[in-house]
């Protein structure tokens, strides 16, 4: 194979040095929102160039057995080929990367055609088109085949198994649901809130509670510091263009985030905390904590897997006394188009005094000083709208 491709490339080689411009086949640079182009930005929070976009066209009554995409730099001396026998695909992706192991660089002028060879070995070519590049703030990103979005949704879910002790009293194997909701209208701004609850809500908010209950709400603003939003992929793939036959294979041509993102964030809660499995109401439990956390959250990308974490402190200003900190760490599979799922680990520290839970039916009395530790691990999914 690799001798047979490297004939192909030195014969279209030979041929497209007498190609004529022929003005109808068209070959240009996708932009954000699909169209043509002539700047290309890379992105620098990302370990690689990601995937770049060429649309397409070529007359219908034009004839042609070969085809060669052509993308050189005459000041650096490099030039990428990639020639193949059939027709040539509506859009082509190109990794970044020339033959000599260089890639595309920042603030460069670049050149590019596309070159059709007919059975007689006579060939004609695109008109040359300049491509320059320029550095990005770590924001920018290729769309195709749909209008350039303004607003985002990440609906996630997750199911834990909860150990938690708070005063003298323990209790493990508790199930506890997580359900939320994050909208972004920019790369940097997100608003979001989350539920999570025991499951046996609906017994505590009709009637008379005598057992065990956890409920948290939270709603929060997160800014981002570095990197960009979990885009969904947004293009069909051909992955048999992304290199050439004699090249290792490549990953789908698809928008699988920057490698490494990094948010400051801040949130209102409302906590209610109560009781133990078939114990009665514990008074040192059975408190309602309201007030304000901030923290720093993370990930990295790690193959097709992202590394997540994130730390949190935070004080019950509105209701009770607690001085809180979270911490959580978790690992997803980055790879399905809409979908990310994963699993994770969290451990929250509270300690001070709460105030009496409203909706107990039992009058704790004055606050009395607790300390909690909850840990939690289970698994997620993030979807990605």
Known sequence: MLAVVTLLLAAVSATAETAQENPDIKLFLVNDDGGQSSVYTLNPSSD???????????????????????????AT?????????????????????????????????YYTRLVLINSERKAVSSPSQVVTTRQGTGTEYVQLERKKQTFYA?????????????????????????????????????????????????????????????SHVSIYYRYRMLGALPHPPILPVNPEYARGKDSPPALPA?????????????????NILRGFGDQQIDSLVSRQTVGLMA????DRRLG??????????????????????NARTGISYDRYEHLSPGIEARYQ????TGSDDPFDGVASGAPTGITNHIFMVGLNALFKI
């Open 77 to 109: 001396k490099q030039t990428y080929r990639l020639a193949l026998q059939g027709k040539v695909p509506p859009v082509l992706h190109w990794d970044g990367v020339f033959p000599d192991g260089g890639t595309i660089r920042p603030q460069q002028t």
């Open 304 to 325: 097709v897997f992202r590394m997540h974490g994130g730390l949190e402190a935070g004080y019950s200003v509105f209701k009770g006394g607690m001085l809180m900190t």
């Open 254 to 270: 698809q928008a699988f985030g920057a490698r490494t993102n990094l948010e400051f964030g801040i949130r209102v809660y409302n």
């Open 154 to 214: 990440f609906p996630s879910g997750a199911f834990y198994y909860t150990w938690l002790k708070a005063g003298p009293v323990s209790a493990s194997h508790f199930p506890i649901m997580h359900a939320s909701l994050r909208l972004a209208f920019d790369e940097q701004n997100s608003f979001g809130f989350f539920v999570e609850t025991s499951p046996n809500i609906l017994t505590n908010l009709t009637v008379t509670p005598n057992g065990f209950f956890y």
């Open 349 to 352: 520290f509270s300690t001070g």
């Open 295 to 298: 923290g720093v959250f993370g």
């Open 48 to 74: 690689a160039v990601r995937d770049i976009l060429f649309r397409t066209s070529i007359p219908a009554n034009l004839s042609y057995s070969f085809w060669a995409f052509e993308i050189s730099n005459p």
